[in-house]
């Protein structure tokens, strides 16, 4: 069964950064692309970022780019997220989903940012 | 970019009612479209790809249809547990954009 523990998430201040993880098992990790995606409170799904599975190939939303780096550690199964320069409206919770379609979906982590 | 225009934004519909739901891209792609099924608190599942393959364990009543830029959902006789927000996705090109959602309520 396909498990993504997503963790790092917290309350930090606006300009601050935070380093998102995601442990994956259940399959095999190095074979499969990775996203990060968000939801704001009450608000819609926002893509965020995409790695491919040996992380050659990296794609930002341009509301991320330039301060957010996406990467992975395909020896320890896991996925990074480092978020700098933190803006108040990027108060979200942070999904580490699975294949380029979307097909798999962590639970999420809580990420708040607030002075 | 592609974006992804979804309506309505909102519904009410009743138990047994047949309900659709329209995604329109900005720009063709292909069959490349998947739909997610959100409830209150709880993590997206994705129900449909590639615009029409339901996803294992689907119930056989919703179904996807459309190509290019025109997609649709439709749920044939909505059930109590299908009350939830529906969010469609392009998976052409990136960035992959969402659809702003389509909260179906209940009657």
């Known amino acids: 069964e396909v498990q993504l523990v997503e963790s790092g998430g917290g309350l930090v201040q606006p300009g601050g950064s935070l380093r998102l993880s995601c442990a994956a098992s259940g399959f095999t990790f190095s074979s499969y692309e990775m996203n990060w995606v968000r939801q704001a409170p009450g608000k819609g799904l926002e893509w965020l970022s995409y790695?491919?599975?040996?992380?050659?190939?990296?794609y930002y939303a341009d509301s991320v780019k330039g301060r957010f780096t996406i990467s992975r550690d395909n020896a320890k199964n896991s996925l990074s997220l480092q978020m700098n320069s933190l803006r108040a409206e990027e108060t979200a919770i942070y999904y580490c989903?699975?294949?380029?379609?979307?097909?798999?979906w962590g639970q999420g982590t809580l990420v708040t940012v607030s002075s | 970019d592609i974006q992804m225009t979804q309506s309505p934004s909102a519904m009410s519909a009743s138990v047994g009612d047949r309900v659709t739901i329209t995604c329109r891209a900005s720009q063709g792609i292909s069959n490349s479209l998947a739909w997610f099924q959100q409830k209150p608190g709880k993590v997206p599942k994705r129900l449909i790809h590639t615009a029409s393959s339901l996803q294992s364990g689907v119930p056989s009543r919703f179904s996807g249809s459309g190509s290019g830029t025109e997609f649709t959902l439709t749920i044939t006789s909505l059930q109590p547990e299908d009350f939830a927000t529906y969010y469609c996705l392009q998976y052409n090109s990136y960035p992959r954009t969402f659809g702003q959602g389509t909260k179906v309520q209940i009657k």
């Open positions: 989903v699975c294949g380029g379609w979307l097909a798999y």
């Open positions: 790695i491919s599975s040996s992380g050659d190939t990296i």
